[in-house]
């Protein structure tokens, strides 16, 4: 079956960075949209950068535009997130989605931790 899992988040200062990697099993990878997700307690959850299938296609939220960097690698079934710059608004469990390219109901990692905070 589908399965995403996350990693890489954790507690950093503000102004560090953070990679967070998704790795993905159980389904053909390279046929799939990819996109990072963030949710706090008070907040819903809200999109912050896909990439397409083949890596050509990317969308970032305007809060994390040239700070955050999404990227793939077909080979090794793996998205990342890097994220710069961060701020203490950036904290939040990040999610990883998965959608095949033709549409379909999302698969959901269960998520990382991201801590900004000095």
């Known amino acids: 079956q589908v399965q995403l899992v996350e990693s890489g988040g954790g507690l950093v200062q503000p102004g560090g960075s953070l990679r967070l990697s998704c790795a993905a099993s159980g389904f053909t990878f390279r046929l799939y949209d990819m996109s990072w997700y963030r949710q706090t307690p008070t907040k819903e959850r809200e999109l912050v950068a896909s990439?397409?299938?083949?890596?050509?296609?990317?969308n970032y939220a305007d809060s994390v535009k040239g700070r955050f960097t999404i990227s793939r690698d077909n080979a090794e079934n793996t998205v990342y997130l890097q994220m710069n710059s961060l701020k203490p608004e950036d904290t939040a469990v990040y999610y990883c989605?998965?959608?095949?390219?033709?549409?379909?109901?999302?698969?959901w990692g269960k998520g990382t931790l991201v801590t900004v905070s000095s």
């Open positions: 989605k998965a959608v095949a390219r033709w549409g379909g109901m999302a698969s």
């Open positions: 990439i397409g299938s083949t890596g050509g296609i990317t």
